[in-house]
C-alpha cells in the first residue's frame, strides 16, 4: 500500500512531506518542491491538479460487464483496433455467475489479431481455457471481429441469468 504523508507548517497550506511506495524508501521533494512520478512501460500516471489526484492505467487494459437472460450473446468489451495496421495479442479473462442455482464459470483466452488499419482479422484459433460448472456448460466466450474491432462475447444458458465480467490486455506492433 502507497502512502502519503502531510505535514503541517502553521499555515492553512499543507506541504507533502514524502511519498512511500509498495517497495523502495520515502522520497521527498526536489529543490522546487517537486515529486515526479515516473512509471516504466505500459503504465501511465494522469495528474489531475485540480483534484489532487494523480491516477495510474494500465496501457491496454480494458474491463467490462453484462449479463445474458437465456442463451443469447452479449458484448463485455470491444477493442478499437486503429487507422494503423498492427498486429495484436490479447488475454481476456471472463467470469460468470448465475444465482439461483447457483453456479459460475470461467474463462481464460488468448487471441492474435491483425488489422489493416480498416478492417480486423482473428488470427487462426483462439486457445481457450475453461471451467463450468454443470448448469453453465452451454455458456462460452469468444473474440470475434466485426469491422475494424475486436469484440469479447459471452453466450448465456437458456432459462438462466448469468452476469458477467471481463478484462483484457493486450500488446501491439
Known amino acids: 500500500m502507497s502512502h502519503a504523508i502531510k505535514i503541517f507548517d502553521g499555515t492553512s497550506a499543507a506541504d507533502v512531506e514524502k511519498l512511500t511506495g509498495d517497495v523502495g524508501g520515502a522520497v521527498g521533494p526536489d529543490g522546487s518542491f517537486n515529486i515526479s512520478l515516473l512509471?516504466?512501460?505500459?503504465?501511465?500516471?494522469?495528474?489531475?491538479?485540480?483534484?489532487?489526484?494523480?491516477?495510474?492505467?494500465?496501457?491496454?487494459?480494458?474491463?467490462?460487464?453484462?449479463?445474458?437472460?437465456?442463451?443469447?450473446?452479449?458484448?463485455?468489451?470491444?477493442?478499437?483496433?486503429?487507422?494503423?495496421?498492427?498486429?495484436?495479442?490479447?488475454?481476456?479473462?471472463?467470469?460468470?455467475?448465475?444465482s439461483t442455482t447457483p453456479a459460475g464459470c470461467g474463462y481464460d483466452i488468448v487471441c492474435s489479431a491483425r488489422t489493416t488499419g480498416a478492417a480486423a482479422t482473428i488470427i487462426n484459433l483462439?486457445?481457450?481455457?475453461?471451467?463450468e460448472e454443470a448448469a453453465l456448460v452451454s455458456c462460452d466466450a469468444n473474440f470475434v471481429a466485426s469491422g475494424n474491432n475486436v469484440i469479447l462475447r459471452?453466450?448465456?444458458?437458456?432459462?438462466?441469468?448469468?452476469?458477467?465480467?471481463?478484462?483484457?490486455?493486450q500488446i501491439g506492433v
Open 39 to 98: 512509471t516504466g512501460d505500459g503504465l501511465t500516471s494522469t495528474g489531475t491538479p485540480g483534484s489532487n489526484l494523480i491516477t495510474f492505467t494500465l496501457d491496454g487494459y480494458t474491463e467490462g460487464t453484462g449479463s445474458t437472460v437465456g442463451a443469447v450473446t452479449t458484448d463485455l468489451i470491444t477493442i478499437a483496433l486503429g487507422a494503423t495496421p498492427t498486429t495484436y495479442t490479447i488475454e481476456a479473462k471472463v467470469a460468470g455467475f448465475e
Open 126 to 131: 483462439q486457445d481457450k481455457y475453461n471451467t
Open 154 to 169: 459471452v453466450t448465456g444458458t437458456a432459462g438462466l441469468t448469468v452476469n458477467w465480467k471481463a478484462s483484457t490486455l
